[in-house]
């Protein structure tokens, strides 16, 4: 069993930043794991941000973050990071964080075993 814990979060003017980051009490396995950020707006779906695997090098992104949003992870911190630049009003949603046991680099939901309690981002503009 896997838990995550998202911080981070809070409210910023468009064009500025926010890290968030995911602490996950994996232990050993933490390295093992593909981790992902996804976000939720009020009345729409769950949507995929971002996904790194396990070496920290292979990333993806969603096309409506790529060159604004970075994801990185320290595995000897067990910790995932999201690095959100040029903040705009449509990124205001409530971002998880994700493990995914498996080598995938998935950008499906279905495929996150284990999910955060969420952190609020509000864009103002």
């Known amino acids: 069993q896997v838990q995550l814990v998202e911080s981070g979060g809070g409210l910023v003017q468009a064009g500025g930043s926010l890290r968030l980051s995911c602490l996950a009490s994996?232990?050993?396995?933490?390295?093992?794991?593909?981790m992902g950020w996804f976000r939720q707006a009020p009345g729409k779906e769950r949507e995929f941000v971002a996904a790194i695997r396990w070496n920290g090098v292979n990333t993806y992104y969603a096309d409506s973050v790529k060159g604004r949003f970075t994801i990185s992870r320290d595995n000897a911190k067990n910790t995932v990071y999201l690095q959100m630049n040029s903040l705009k009003p449509e990124d205001t949603a409530v971002y998880y964080c994700?493990?995914?046991?498996?080598?995938?680099?998935?950008?499906?939901?279905?495929?996150?075993?284990?999910w955060g309690q969420g952190t609020q981002v509000t864009v103002s503009s």
């Open positions: 994700a493990a995914d046991r498996t080598l995938a680099l998935s950008v499906s939901i279905k495929d996150y075993d284990y």
């Open positions: 994996a232990g050993r396995t933490f390295s093992s794991y593909t």
